[in-house]
């Protein structure tokens, strides 16, 4: 299920854009922000998958938005009622670009092409999958991903641990789990991701996973015992 974001101004197109996305298979609207600052906010602590974004808004517009939040694990398509930004957002590598007032077939047209780019991505790296490349204080060094046992934020920065070792990276949580995206691995709270197979002991909402003692968040305790599904 990929997730989605819908950023504008206007009520009325947050709103017409949320009934359409219900209608939709396999996208999950997270959340509506009429307010940008607030959206770039979410983002940075939360894993998004695509972003509908207004161009003219308040306090900042929506091709600044997108050059302070662009990742490569984001997709944006971008609603506006002026065409003359399509040029900067198709150089920003957007997805499609839509005109207000936007129809539903206009809009379902846009996801497919979403989803074809990001069936693309997943199969161009599909070689690698069991493997990641993380850069220590020398080299970069070829890891498999099953010899994670846990994944730590650390302000702006995360901390991988695997076995004895630790390695520091200057990233985002979301960042890091999409890129490393192990089916063993999972988002147990805001600040952890943990390996399953790693996994001491559970008691109530605490992982004991190596030396580490690991919280389970409120939001993502319901997911996590379903993963696991204890008898």
Avoid at 3 to 32: H, N, P, Q, R, W
Wanted: glycine share 4%; net charge negative; charged share 30%.
């Amino acid at each position: 299920m990929d997730k989605a974001i819908i950023i504008d101004d206007d009520i009325v197109t947050c709103e017409l854009i949320s009934g359409y996305l219900s209608k939709i298979e396999d996208i999950s609207l997270e959340k509506s922000f009429t307010n940008p600052l607030e959206a770039i906010s979410y983002i940075k602590e939360n894993s998004v998958d695509l972003v509908f974004l207004d161009i003219e808004m308040p306090n900042i517009n929506g091709i600044e938005f997108l050059k302070l939040t662009k990742s490569e694990l984001t997709s944006y398509i971008i609603i506006s009622a002026h065409e003359k930004y399509a040029l900067a957002g198709f150089e920003l590598d957007v997805v499609d670009y839509l005109h207000k007032p936007v129809s539903f077939a206009r809009l379902v047209a846009a996801v497919e092409k979403f989803k074809k780019r990001k069936l693309f991505t997943s199969k161009s790296i599909e070689e690698n999958k069991e493997f990641v490349f993380l850069k220590n204080e020398q080299f970069i060094v070829k890891y498999k991903k099953d010899d994670i046992s846990f994944i730590k934020a650390l302000g702006d920065y995360v901390s991988i641990h695997i076995g004895e070792e630790r390695i520091i990276l200057h990233s985002t949580m979301n960042e890091v789990e999409k890129k490393i995206n192990w089916h063993s691995l999972i988002r147990v709270h805001r600040s952890y991701i943990v390996n399953i197979n790693k996994i001491k002991n559970i008691e109530d909402t605490t992982i004991s996973c190596g030396n580490e003692l690991i919280p389970i968040g409120i939001r993502y305790k319901e997911a996590f015992f379903a993963f696991i599904k204890p008898i």
